[in-house]
């Protein structure tokens, strides 16, 4: 158990106050290798944008957590949220709850991490209305118990990063617009990585050769041929901007030199798609929040 200071519900942030959970971009996705136990030794670089999903969150005094605003199918008490909740109780042995309301904006399934970022939030923004004290690195190494995503929302810084994705070195690169389109399917991050073919033998890069182009996504094969739609969406943005693949799919996205030029094709795209035009940003709009406050 983590050691936690004593309790004090009376934070200025209690109540009303929305904590960001940004969505992520794998800018490339390198599979270094297969552990014993399944899971792949990976190379990628994570940046995060300015658009996600929100939560509010209100402290209770007694030990319920409760969850609103979910999608009916992600309800349930086995959502990212309220595991993360239960984790940080577990581990500082406070007797409190909260009452957690979710604004679902980031496309579930969609390779942009969102329950891995609500789970982050729920991990830092407890911390402190809980009053427990934690620092980044401790919740982070918590966090990986929920998913291999979640240590690099709690730093919140984009990095580079390596072993399961959680050995992360902050980076400072560029933060363009980009344009995010999401076909309406949902990709399955262990059915990708469960496939025979999946290329798990790349060699190791550094940042010199993602920034010499010499980078890609090694799921991209695997998710197009299962999930055609996301090949759509691919070609597509091809069209009008070198595009990529984020994670394991579904979401695919184009960098661009400004907000205009992002929404000029964002306004083409088709119907059936969903499309986000947001900002690059090395520092998440998570951290942000925690330094003002
Ligand atoms: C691929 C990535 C790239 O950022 O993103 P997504 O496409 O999911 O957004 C992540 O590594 C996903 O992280 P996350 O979504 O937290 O995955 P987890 O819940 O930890 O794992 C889901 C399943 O994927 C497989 N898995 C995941 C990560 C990894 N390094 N090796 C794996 O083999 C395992 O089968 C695991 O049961
Ligand atoms: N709060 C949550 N938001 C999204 N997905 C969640 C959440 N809690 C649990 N999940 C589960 O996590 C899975 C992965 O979702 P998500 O993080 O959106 O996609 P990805 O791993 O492709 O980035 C979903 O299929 C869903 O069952």
Redesign the pocket.
Known sequence: MLEARPVVLSSPLSRGFPWPAPAKLNLFLHVTGRRANGYHELQTLFQFVDVGDSLHITPRGDQELKLSG?PAD?AGE????LRAARLLRQASGVPLGAEIH?R?Q???????????S?AATTLVALNRLWNLGFPLHELAELGLQLGA?VPVFVRGQAAWAESLGERLTPVDIEQPWYLILTPPV????AEIFGAPELRRDHPRVQLADYLAGRCDNDCTPVTLARYPLVGEALSWLNQHAPARMS??GASVFAAFANEAAAHRIARQVPRSWHSIVARGCNRSPLLEVIDRS
């Open positions: 979910a992600l086995d959502n990212l949220i979710l679902k980031i496309p579930v399934g969609g390779g942009l991490g969102g329950g891995s609500d995503d949902q990709v399955s991050t994670g394991t």
